[in-house]
């Protein structure tokens, strides 16, 4: 009975054996290479590159890592992904500790005369790696410091961790440019009390990466910026997802020490969560510009969309802000702690509005708030996530007027075309407009006013356009003059179906101009730029020469027009004429060597 339960048992091991070979067999096969068994750090000297084949598993048998002093080339493909892993992750989490995880990618800055080649990672996975307190700290998976070309693009890291800055990737000093890569449950975090950790998935510290079209859920940091935290940074980031992501200060992104002039664009900021101060951003001692954004349903303390402190500036453009909560269960969108942080708002939907702003510096808040409202977006789905604006959402065509100078990237989060419309529209999502719009331009020439007002509008294809010109005191309307052609009467009535420009000419009022209405006239004089010379009813169908002459009798120009209309209006050109007196003479018929004094 012994034997063939010893039997038994040898039979049994034996399939575990098997099944594990194959399983082994299947892991491998499915990235078509074979894995790569790391037993020790690895170096890449300068001016060397080191190349990893797609498919590779680059296996980890303990605490160990990459050094790149040259170059790293880890070219996967969405088919043949690279996996950099461990075989043994206990005491993972526990980042006082060195075990658990590998040790991460380490780019060096080196001694030479040129910069290494470009490094470049593409669809890879990063898991399980660890910055423990005992050696690099920083950076979970990758660390980037000082000049070095590195790409991160189509890549994932998960369940990496680091004792004090970025769980998943630290830069100092650098310009990484990271794309379309997804961040998921990586940490900064460790037990002491007074030692704060920043940047759940990516801390940056004197950086001018980019960071674009990504996607940041669960990470956590139990110091600030539970997805991102900037610091001393010029750091763009556009079109990412900050979701379900944790800290302290900064749930989704802290922002601390930072005067930048680069953008945050296009972002989804949406339930994350802060203990204590800033749900979805915390400001800290910082400025920048905030455009087109989504901040919603987050959760804090104190300040569940955003929370300003130290002398914080920054400038929102265009951005939705609603339904963020504090605790136990009350809406607050602006938290600003102190009375010297002064930040901007335009063109922006907050819910409950200036008036609902809460903190010790609510008070004496001295920000610009221009042109913002409180209505509901009217979200497409907000209950799935899909935060594209309805058709008749107050959001379109309502966003700040010169927002093509602000930087916000061409694309919105859906990559349709970032301004489509009249104007750009608030939020991450543009509604796309299936019209076209023209430009309307108003101006006047002489004393007075025209309805609408003098200025540029963008309106609709097919929309009617009604224009009325109204004199100054001492001043006459003349005549309309505009892409469609020249009016005499003030009220001019079209269709818009290209760009117009429109200008009201207004005459000055003299007696013998009211009594002499067919009279040859000029206007303006004196004259900067553009005279306008009006010829009478009279006139019709006869071809009459124009002379300006210097007050010494030389011809400075001369133009034979045929009068057409009924009356006609000629426009003589001085803006590239000297200063001084000029001597107009009209010849034709009766007003043969009629005369105008024109001063310049």
Known sequence: MRLRDKRQELSLRSICIILLFFAGMLYNSAYSQDTLHVHNNIIVPAGEVMHIEPGTVVLFHGYFHISVAGSLIAAGTHDQPILFTVADTTGLYDTHVASGGWNGIRFDTTEQDELPTPSWLSYCTFEFSKASGQDFQNGGAISLEGEKDVTIQNCTFRFNVAYRKGGAIYILENNALITQSHFYQNSAANRESELYAYGGAIYTDASRSTVSWCRFEFNHANGMGGAINL??????????????????????????????????????????????????????????????????????????????????????????????????????????????????????????????FQGPGQDEYSGAY?????????????????????????????????????GIH??????????????????????????????LTLSTQGQGTTEPGEGEYILREGAEILLQAYPAEGWVFDHWVTTHGVFNEPVVEFELDQDVDAVAVFQFQTAIFHQLKDYPGVWPNPVTDLLQIRLPAEMDNKEVLIELREQCGRIVKAQLHYIAENPFFIPFDFSKLKKGVYILIIHEGKYEGKVFKIVK
Do not use: W
């Open 231 to 356: 610091e001393r940074s010029h750091v763009t980031l556009f079109n990412n997802i900050i979701q379900h992501n944790d800290a302290p200060l900064g749930g989704g992104i802290g922002i601390i020490r930072t005067e930048s002039a680069s953008v945050l664009s296009n972002s989804l900021i949406t339930h994350n969560t802060s203990m204590f101060f800033g749900g979805g951003i915390a400001i800290i001692d910082a400025a920048m510009t905030i455009a087109n954004c989504n901040i919603l349903n987050n959760y804090a303390g104190y300040g569940g969309g955003l929370y300003f402190n130290e002398e914080s500036k920054p400038k929102f453009f265009n951005t939705i802000i609603r339904g963020n909560r504090v605790y136990p269960d009350t809406l607050q969108q602006v938290f600003i702690f102190d009375g010297l942080s002064a930040p901007d708002f335009y063109h922006c939907n907050i819910e409950g509005g200036q008036e609902a």
């Open 410 to 439: 061409h694309l919105d989060l859906a990559h349709n075309p970032r301004f489509s419309g009249a104007r750009i529209d608030m939020g991450a999502f543009e509604f796309q407009d299936p019209y076209n719009y023209f430009r």
């Open 370 to 406: 221009v042109n913002n409202m409180d209505a509901d977006p009217l979200f497409a789905d907000p209950a799935n996530q899909d935060f594209q604006l309805m058709d008749d959402s107050p959001c379109i065509d309502s966003g700040y007027e010169q927002s093509e100078i602000l």
